[in-house]
């Protein structure tokens, strides 16, 4: 009989010991993902990080495991640890994920905090990518080791760590079909890459948002004019951004308009939001660090989840063809291009998504302008298979265990390429997506912090997880 008093008291000794150190330690590396950082190879940044979960997957692997390095021709790096399953497990499998590239700097991190710099404060570990997702890879071992020091019987389990996945994860799909054999088909997916509404109790992520990005392009002239001589006769380049922007959006509500671009939600997750958002309340909203008198969009919990959740949404942000405003003289700027980030509903295709935004904004350009939409690689969005009866008994009985509480299921606005091309390559699969990034732990942002409690109790509620696997 599994006592989770023991696996409590090694998770929260292991994390003391062997995890927390080596976070700190992998904080200080500014392994930015290959989308913004071209040069990964030549600057050794990603190399280093692998070195170090390498060096300690080496050291606290369980026994009989078998660790692989995938160094495929042109792509970031993968590891991929195969734990050998119990005798009785060992005919089924469990893949566990995370990654380990990192969001840029960003800017605004309060003093005393920095992307590269582990500042442990009570709780709260920060430092760019320790929640996102640089715990994944030591809790999945965690929750293993504690599994084997009471000797419960687990799944044959399949860790794969990538470095591609703040990027769209585009080098992940040849990993897979490179280790096909060794992935096998796995009947349990686990990831630790997701968010959390609180920190009281266990969150199952039940979808995620698509999302196109790329750049719009509108110009104007060869090189930029003195504006005195040209304004009046020379349209803006700025001022042509906006009707083509208001094809998309609403300026007023920010509503994406194409009908092309919405889905109908599933009655399932609209009253699952209901469910959340009786619990959160004004949590969803007052999270964030608003300036001022600044209001959200409506001050109803269920609008704002389907908004974040179910919904596409547009920001902008990037820009280019901009001087910095102490070198902004009198010119009529030859051109002005935006990043576009669209936060498309997990059902939408994405390639149909860039198709509509494509043509919406490049077709009859106004005054003849050159207009060009140009985008990155999409992710795709994902929508949970129902779970099965034992799975949401276990998922509830481990955040009751770990949290006293019980679980809660909510959609995610951010995105997880991988997901939704596991859902596709094993579609018998269940999914346990879950993850750290609560309030104001501000992944991809200034001041991002793991919070190490609700990380260890989380820890906790995967190995009862992986436990119950066998058993149902």
């Known amino acids: 009989m599994a006592s989770h008093e023991k696996i409590e008291s090694f998770v929260n000794g292991f994390w003391d010991g062997d995890i927390l150190p080596t976070i700190q330690e992998y904080i200080r590396v500014p392994n930015v993902s290959a989308q913004f950082d071209p040069e990964w190879e030549k600057n050794g940044h990603m ?12 050291r606290h692997k369980p026994e009989g495991s078998t660790l ?15 734990v050998p399953g119990s005798p009785r497990g060992n005919d089924k499998t469990v893949l566990m994920y995370g990654h380990l590239d990192k969001q840029p700097e960003m800017t605004g991190w309060r003093q005393g905090l920095g992307p590269w710099s582990p500042v442990l404060e009570g709780d709260k570990l920060y430092g760019r990518g320790g929640a996102d997702d640089g715990y994944a890879l030591f809790a999945s071992l965690c929750a293993l080791r504690a599994l084997g020091e009471q000797k419960i019987d687990h799944a044959r389990v399949v860790v794969v ?18 280790f096909e054999k060794v992935i096998g088909q796995p009947e349990l997916v686990i990831c630790l890459d997701s968010g959390a509404g609180n920190y009281d109790q266990f969150w199952s992520t039940t979808s995620l948002r698509g999302l196109v990005g790329g750049t719009l392009k509108v110009q104007v002239l060869e090189e930029g004019v ?24 609403d300026a007023a509500t920010g509503e994406i308009l194409p009908e092309a671009l919405r889905v109908e939600i ?33 001050k109803d919990p269920v609008e704002l989840i389907l908004n974040r959740t179910w919904r596409p949404e547009l920001e902008i942000t990037g820009q280019d063809g901009m001087p910095a405003i102490q070198n902004a003289g009198n010119v009529l700027r030859p051109y002005t291009t935006l ?12 390639k149909k998504a860039q198709a509509v935004v494509k043509e919406l904004l490049e077709k009859d350009p106004p005054y003849g302008a050159k207009v060009s939409v140009d985008f990155h690689e999409p992710a795709q969005g994902w929508n949970a298979p129902e779970l099965a009866p034992w799975l949401g008994k276990a998922i509830d009985e481990a955040s009751q265990t770990y949290y006293g509480k019980p679980a809660l299921h909510m959609g995610e606005g951010g995105s997880i390429p991988f997901m939704s091309m596991l859902g596709e390559k094993f579609p018998q699969a269940q999914f346990v997506i879950t993850g750290v990034l609560g309030p104001k732990s501000n992944a991809h942002g200034p001041n991002e912090f793991l919070h190490v409690g609700y990380a260890k109790k989380l820890t906790g509620c995967v190995a009862h997880i992986l436990g119950k696997h066998l058993g149902h």
Request: hydrophobic letters at 35%; proline letters at 11%.
């Open 161 to 178: 760590i990538e470095f591609s996945e703040e990027s769209g994860s585009p080098d992940l799909p040849p990993y897979v079909k490179h």
């Open 266 to 298: 599933p009655a399932q997750r609209l009253e699952q939001v209901r469910q959340v958002a009786g619990v959160l309340k004004d949590e969803v909203y007052s999270k964030f660090p608003w300036f001022g008198g600044m209001q959200p969009v409506s």
């Open 68 to 82: 692989h390095v995938g160094r495929l021709p042109g792509r970031t790096p993968l590891l991929l640890l195969e």
């Open 339 to 350: 990043n576009l980030s669209l936060r498309l509903p997990p059902t939408l295709p994405s």
């Open 226 to 249: 003195h504006s005195g001589d040209a304004s009046g006769i020379v349209p803006s380049s700025f001022r042509l951004l906006r009707p083509l922007l208001d094809r998309l959006e």
């Open 47 to 58: 190399e280093k990080a692998l070195e170090l979960a390498k060096n300690w997957v080496e």
